[in-house]
């Protein structure tokens, strides 16, 4: 069974940073893109960042430029999400995914929450 799992969300206040993780089990995805989205509580959802296979193409959305870069370790299964610099409306449930293709993924994490207060 695959499982994407997150961590490191948690409440940090405007002008800080956090870093998430996300951890996959049940197969490799050493040569799959894997991604972040968010979404706020009645947003839809939202594309943060993706990486390939190589971790040469690295793209984010146009909202977090600049501040967030995402990283990954094929030797770990680990995909990670370096956030900086943050603002109140980064505040959402972060999702990790897998196998993306555009904003559609075969596999999904649970989502950590992470709160920015002002």
């Known amino acids: 069974q695959v499982q994407l799992v997150e961590s490191g969300g ?3 206040q405007a002008g800080g940073s956090l870093t998430l993780s996300c951890t996959a089990s049940g197969r490799t995805f050493s040569r799959s893109v894997l ?3 968010r979404q706020a509580p009645g947003k839809e959802r939202e594309f943060v960042a993706s990486i390939s296979w190589t971790g040469y193409t690295r793209n984010y959305g146009d909202n977090v430029k600049g ?3 995402i990283s ?3 030797a ?3 995909v990670y999400l370096q956030m900086n610099s943050l603002k109140p409306e980064d505040t959402a449930v972060y999702y990790c995914a897998a196998d993306l293709t555009g904003e559609s993924a075969n596999y999904w994490g649970q989502g950590t929450q992470v709160t920015v207060s002002s």
């Open 10 to 12: 948690g409440l940090v």
């Open 35 to 37: 991604g972040w989205f």
């Open 67 to 69: 501040r967030f870069t």
């Open 72 to 74: 990954r370790d094929n």
């Open 76 to 78: 770990k299964n680990t």
